[in-house]
Nanobody, 121 residues
Framework: VQLQASGGGLVRSGDSLRLSCAVS????????MGWFRQSPEKEREFVAA????????YYADSVKGRFTISRDDAKNTVYVQMNSLKPEDTAVYYC???????????????WGQGTQVTVSS
């Protein structure tokens, strides 16, 4: 499974941004796709996840109600729509693929390269 994340940028507080993760490889439709983020001096933290097959979604409390994860079967792409962005959302965002739903990064086997999101106040 290969993952390619994109869509990061510099935005202002309250703005929106959509990240994309293009997925390729065998049997990725059986995977759980996750988004994580990491800011300097912090551990990588769970943001959201989606079961590709069922579309069931899971969110960290810090983003619930503001972020929406989705997938497009035709484009083999997973998205996270981020609304009402805050300065504390500033981080490098990574997409990942794993076999089970988990908030723990070590349970994901495949990772994209990361995309920087910076939210100014």
């Amino acid at each position: 499974v290969q993952l390619q994340a994109s869509g990061g940028g510099l935005v202002r507080s309250g703005d929106s941004l959509r990240l994309s993760c293009a997925v390729s490889g065998r049997a990725f439709s059986s995977y759980v796709m996750g988004w994580f983020r990491q800011s300097p001096e912090k551990e990588r933290e769970f943001v959201a996840a989606i079961r590709w097959g069922t579309g069931s979604t899971y969110y960290a409390d810090s983003v619930k109600g503001r972020f929406t994860i989705s997938r497009d079967d035709a484009k083999n792409t997973v998205y996270v729509q981020m609304n009402s962005l805050k300065p504390e959302d500033t981080a490098v965002y990574y997409c990942a693929a794993g076999a089970t739903v988990s908030r723990l990064s070590y349970n994901y086997n495949y990772w994209g390269q990361g995309t920087q999101v910076t939210v100014s106040s």
